[in-house]
């Protein structure tokens, strides 16, 4: 059995544990089972196995939802956090325009709780502009998407002034779909410089951590040449 498969073993085993203690008293452990539930499909969604995946976010989305509502103060955080990662499942299985839904719904909440708590908030909505600008490009609406991912940027670039090891990583992914976004609407000129800040600094990870970070460096390139033809440049874009 490979890692992966004990991970997924030890993960379900978890899960069933969980089930029972809710059934037995729910107060106590409901949060456990719904936390334990977007764990497990995550372990899923890593190993191809989408639709096992959604069901069991779509389960933990579901149990967050009543816990936020008897205790919002407590519980909503994770309920945007479970939002975040249904869409992505959906997504997933090709569910796009559900994907979207569950996805603003999402930024709704963190923006709600950035407002209260900007420092510890401030990461999960940049993290669902992100996604939401993902989710809206596939559903075809680019412009909504270059506006969330404009947003997403602007609330990286502020983190990395103050933390720029934590999200460095986070801005380079942004200005990575950012090219994308501004690509889709015929922005070309505006892109370049977009995606070549991307290939800066996933340059300059992967220097220190290759492993992590050259598929990045990689993503970045190949979207710096396709930028570069698509504004005309296709010498730029045979180098990269």
Request: glycine content about 4%; aromatic content about 4%; hydrophobic content about 45%.
């Amino acid at each position: 059995m490979g890692r992966r498969e004990e991970a997924l073993t030890a993960i379900t085993e978890a899960a069933d544990l969980h089930r029972r203690l809710a059934e037995a008293n729910p107060e106590a452990f409901l949060p456990d089972l719904a936390g334990t539930l977007n764990n497990l499909a995550v372990q899923l969604g890593e190993m191809g196995r989408r639709e096992e995946a959604l069901t069991a976010i779509t389960e933990a989305a579901d149990l967050q939802r009543s816990l936020a509502q008897a205790n919002p103060d407590a519980q909503l955080p994770n309920l945007a956090m479970s939002l975040n990662n249904l869409a992505n499942h959906l997504g997933d299985v090709g569910r796009r325009e559900e994907a979207l839904t569950t996805i603003a719904e999402a930024v709704r909440h963190y923006r709600a709780l950035s407002e209260s708590n900007p420092a510890a908030f401030l990461p999960g909505l940049a993290d669902s502009l992100n996604n939401y600008a993902v989710r809206s490009d596939d559903a075809g609406r680019h412009h909504e998407a270059l506006d969330a991912v404009t947003e997403a940027v602007g609330i990286r670039r502020h983190l990395v002034d103050t933390h720029p090891t934590a999200f460095l990583p986070d801005l380079a992914d942004a200005l990575n779909n950012l090219a994308v976004c501004l690509g889709h609407v015929e922005r070309h000129d505006e892109a370049l410089p977009a995606v070549a800040e991307a290939v800066r600094l996933y340059r300059t990870l992967s220097d220190t951590y290759p492993a992590a970070f050259l598929p990045g460096l990689a993503d970045s390139l190949n979207n710096y040449a396709v930028r570069s033809d698509d504004a005309g440049r296709h010498h730029e874009a045979l180098d990269a």
